[in-house]
């Protein structure tokens, strides 16, 4: 379907009906992370679902991080979220924003809701606040606190901020209903002490609002007309309103939730991305098998890809798991059509055609794509000695194996046909050399004598040749659900995730070849510069992903 006959989703319709009642007349969403963690897959959807929308209908995007927490927050979680907004080809409104900005506002709304006498600080202890707090079946009742009066309250919160009252032994709370249905009507917290600096307000502060309290306000101040988020947080919507309904906020937001993104074989969870990283399973956030967004790009994928997928994904709110191969085949479908060939042998075994002069070298001219012209040529040195793959060659073989055997030709890609002669080998029997000879006059062309090749396989000059070491990556976790019922998720990591091979031969042209390329290695798949572990002297490469879905036909067994 084309972008513009694709259906509504349930928010586009919203926001079409507020434009067209007049409600709203531009629309303005925000993205707003917490910085304790790197982005997942997960928040690509949240960015692509609320950039996407300011965009299709001409509005405006904030990045605004949710930066309540300081003692779990980090600037490198910042720099990192930053980073990954753009890279997925987004612009946020503005200077990025901080909840932290708005601190002071904050601040003086929570004496204002001190003086209507909606608030209270409260000196119960964790233990007690939640004996108070009631279950889902039992209503709560009334902290003892509950009914300071206005200046006591104002004089304990001034002590709360100043430094003077100790981490824990008090809290500001809001004055609702202790008996509501829902939990989070039962006297939120609004502020706690934390002695701890922040990144951005560094030791201006000592109390600390909380998400709850700030979330939504940070909205109204920005003006947000539409502010989108997950499921979970459908049970915080009347307190939000609440806030909102009590505060004389500049303009009155509301929420709409649509459910998570959640791959198979994939986790989604900040924290355990964290412990996979804590307990070096891999190697850091952007580790080429990690569902972040860092991680991604490392190891190749494409943002329009990425995007794609988001798109596909939908926004609804049922939940439902998404089959990563959904995510797979958007990635080939963008590398197929866009990557550069090359070829890239990946367990070398050296063939001398031992009927082609020693001293002759020819160049074959090969496509850089077979259908994009856009994309140029390359030139192949050819010589007496190349490799093959080990792969391509044994001695006998049915007439399924279309690759090369002695007494068989096959066409070696963009150059001449051949025909093994003899296999040499070791003492232990092991194959170490191929002897075969050309059919001369066979680039491009058939043989004279009529007997075709079979197949055709990849190869490098040995002479004229990168060397490489090529890592490939399979899904990190073998069961679709991993930590699904009782299970740790730790269990059921893939234990070959990661094959590292090295002494493989690429074509020369990779050495010279822009680090930002991604080649489809001819028959082997897509590969992308691993920028972290390539040196002057080291080219590595990634597998973004293989030629065919290989789990599939797993999966199908
Ligand atoms: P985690 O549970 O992994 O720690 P989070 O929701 O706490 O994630 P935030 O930094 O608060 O992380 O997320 C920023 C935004 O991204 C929020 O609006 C959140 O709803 C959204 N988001 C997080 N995970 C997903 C997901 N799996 N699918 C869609 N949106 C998500
Ligand atoms: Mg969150």
Redesign the pocket.
Known sequence: MSETSKPLNFIEKIIEADLNTGKITSVQTR???????Y?????A???V??FGLAKKYKGKCNLRF?DTNPVKEDMEFVDSIKADVQWLGFEWEGDVKYTSDYFDQLYDWAIYLIKEGKAYVCDLDQDETRKYRGTLTEAGKPSPYRSLSVEENLELFEKMRSGELEEGSCSLRAIIDMAHPNMQMRDPVLYRIKKASHHQTEDKWCIYPSYDYAHGQGDAIEGVTHS???L??EEHRPLYNWFIENLPTPSKPHQYE?????VNYTI????K?KQLVDENVVDGWDDPRMPTISGMRRRGFTPKSLRKFCELAGVTRTDGIVDVSTLEFTIREDLNKNAPRAMCVLNPLKVVLTNYPEDKTETMIAPGHPNRDDLGERSLAFDREIFIDQDDFRESANKKYKRLVIGKRVRLRNAYIIEADEAIKDDKGNIVEVHAHIIEDTVGKNPADGIKAKGVIHWVSAKENVDCEVRIYDRLFTEAEPGAGDSDFMDSINPDSLKILTGCKGEAGLITANPETRFQFEREGYFFQDKKHSSTDKLVFNRTIGLRDTWAKIEAK
Do not use: A, M, Q, V
């Not at 982005?39 to 928040?43: A, D």
């Open positions: 993205f707003p992370p917490e910085p304790n963690g982005l997942h897959i997960g928040h959807k949240s960015i679902l609320n949710d989108i988020c997950t979970e947080f649509f459910s998570r993104l959640n989604t969870s900040k924290r991305l």
